[in-house]
Each structure stands twice: as C-alpha cells, then as structure tokens.
C-alpha cells in the first residue's frame, strides 16, 4: 500500500486542480480514506461517476470495499453524442459524449475507474475515442429510465464502466458481475480484418465470419439483427473507429439533410450505437490505433459476460508507454516552468 501513496495524491492533486474542467466535484477527503485502507487482497481504486442520479444504485454498490468515490464527472449537455464543452486529448476534437468527463479522468490517471450510463454509446464512444476498456450491460444497478432517442427509438439507458488498465478492468467487472467464473466457451462471430489467429486457435471457442449489415446505418436495423444474431452467437466481434475523428456522430447532425447523415456516418460508431438498445452487453478493447477498437457484444448472463472477458483477453494488445507518459497522471513528471 505504501507504494501507492503517490499515486493516489498526485491523482487527488490533479482533480482539485481541474486542468481539464472534468470534475464537477471532488471528494478532497478521498486520500485520507484510502490511506487508511488495509485490504491487501485487491488494490484500492479511485473511481469518478458521471453527473446523474440514475447512477446511485451503481455507486451505493462500488464504494466500500476496494473503491473510492473520487469524483462527480463533466458530461454532454442533454445526453449528446458529442460533448462541446471538453476537448478529446488524443484527437484534439470535441469529445464524445455523453460519459465525457468521466472517460477523460480515466484517460488522464485521476480515477482508475470511470462509471456512466449508456443509451446510443454514451460509454462505449468516448471510452472507444480514448483508447479505453469499457463495458455496459443491463445487469449493472441503474435506476430505470424510459426514454426516446433522437432517431425516435424508446430505450432504457444502462450503467458502465471504463478503465485504463485492463487489470483494473478486469477486476471491476468480476466484482460487479461475476460472483461464479464458469468455464468460457463461446460460437464467435467476427467482422474484422484481423484473423484473429490465437482465438482461432483456442479450443473454447468456435470462429465463424459472416457478412455483417451496414453497420454505420439506421440503428432500427441493426437492433433486429443484432437480436437476432445473438440468439445463434454467442459472441458478435466488430471492428469501430475511429471515432468522431473524421466527422462527428452526433445525430442531431445528421437530421438536416441525406448528405449531412453521410458525413454523420463517418465518425465510426456502429454497433456500439445498439448495443444498450438491444438490452445486450458488450465491452470495448482498444486497437493500436487511434480511437479504434474492437466491441464485443454477447447476451446479458454471467457466462455470457465471462466469456466476453476470455475473448478480450486474448485480442488485448499493449497500450503505447509514449502515450501513457505524456498523459496519464502516474506518468506525469512535469517540471516546474520556473527559471532562478
């Protein structure tokens, strides 16, 4: 734990200084609390929440035990695909959104986890658009919300997590989730370049490529088919991204006219937009790309979900160090711009 000591000030540190305008409020008495911690079983973790009441149920179930509640995060106004207030560190562009503030505090080392909640990609985008680990899933405590899209299609939003460290990630999702960790074995279908040689591979799972819709099209579509899909997959694997680099997915762009809805289509969400709405789970693993990944979508049991983990396991692929030492805050060794 002493070890650790450092980190977790120069992440309280950063968030009271607010450099990013992410943090809505800080709890300045965090660091105390996590000093006193004891448990050496699992590593203390910050974790930052957006900023909505439909997460308490998520937050009552984190604090305590290894996690401590850090920060109240910044997010888009009124739920947009594109929050353009925050800046995206990584691709200098508006930040997706809606979960913004929280995957940017991820993204920079101030929480270890960054919770949201999820309708259209609200957590899986701006977690895809930093690189992030993220998972969404019904099963995680939200409080229920009927709401209608841009696009007219009724939905319930649902919680998620984002994380930087697929450990960490790792982690969270078996405490929330996984009381019981069943042996994995899955039917996988792929819509990828990669061959994916080392899940081809392993015996627990059966790879199969099938051609795929349009995935940058109506999301009413896509929901049927990915309903659809899952009851003869187990698992659906899509290449996204990148995303919100080239044009911005806000559909609140894209209403005006057909050629405003190409251009919408070209920020590289896809599936991630249907997941919540087809009442699945899926997790986001980052590509050695910018703001690139892959989703992995699967039914909404525990084995479903582990054998989401398995997979993502295996297409994991390390993160650049260049980019975790100019941004993320365990990292950071700025010098002081003072000369005598």
């Known amino acids: 734990m002493q070890q650790n000591i450092k980190r977790y000030a120069k992440m ?25 911690y004891t448990n050496t079983e699992h590593e203390a973790l910050y974790f930052g929440a957006k900023n909505t009441a439909a997460l308490k149920p998520l937050i009552s179930k984190l604090q305590g035990n290894a996690y401590f509640y850090h920060t109240i995060d910044a997010l888009a106004d009124n739920g947009r695909a594109i929050d353009i207030k925050l800046r995206n560190p990584l691709t200098d562009r508006a930040m997706s959104g809606s979960s913004s503030g929280s995957a940017i505090n991820v993204f920079y080392g101030i929480n270890d986890i960054g919770i949201g909640s999820d309708g259209g990609g609200s957590v899986l985008a701006p977690a895809m658009s930093l690189n992030l680990f993220s998972l969404i899933s019904p099963l995680l405590p939200i409080t229920q919300l009927d709401k209608i899209s841009t696009d007219g299609i009724k939905f319930a939003p649902v919680a998620g997590i984002i994380a930087h ?15 019981k960790k069943p042996k994995p074995k899955a039917k996988i279908s792929i819509l990828c370049q990669e061959n994916f040689t080392k899940l081809d591979g392993d015996s627990n799972f059966q790879v199969t490529k099938m051609p795929f819709p349009d995935i940058n099209g109506p999301r009413a579509i896509l929901i049927a088919w990915c309903t659809q899909k899952l009851k003869l997959y187990d698992i659906i694997i899509s290449e996204e991204g990148p995303i919100d680099c080239l044009e911005y997915g806000d559909t609140l762009q894209g209403i005006f006219s057909e050629k405003n809805t190409k251009e919408q289509q070209k920020a590289g969400k896809g599936l991630l937009r249907i997941v919540a709405m087809s009442k699945a789970t899926a997790i986001t693993i980052p590509k050695l790309a910018k703001a690139e990944g ?43 711009n003072i000369i005598f």
């Not at 460290?165 to 009381?179: A, S, W």
């Not at 994991?316 to 100019?326: A, D, T, V």
């Open 12 to 36: 309280t540190i950063a968030a009271l200084k607010n450099e990013h305008n992410t943090c809505i409020h800080v709890n300045s008495d965090c660091f105390a609390q996590v000093c006193e």
């Open 165 to 179: 460290n697929f450990k960490h990630f790792i982690q969270t999702v078996e405490y929330l989730l996984l009381e």
């Open 294 to 336: 892959y989703v992995l979508i699967a039914n909404s049991t525990p084995r479903d979900i582990y054998n989401l983990l398995e997979v993502g396991k295996i297409v994991e692929q390390p993160f650049p160090e260049i980019i975790k030492k100019y941004f993320h805050q365990s990292y950071n060794k700025r010098e002081n």
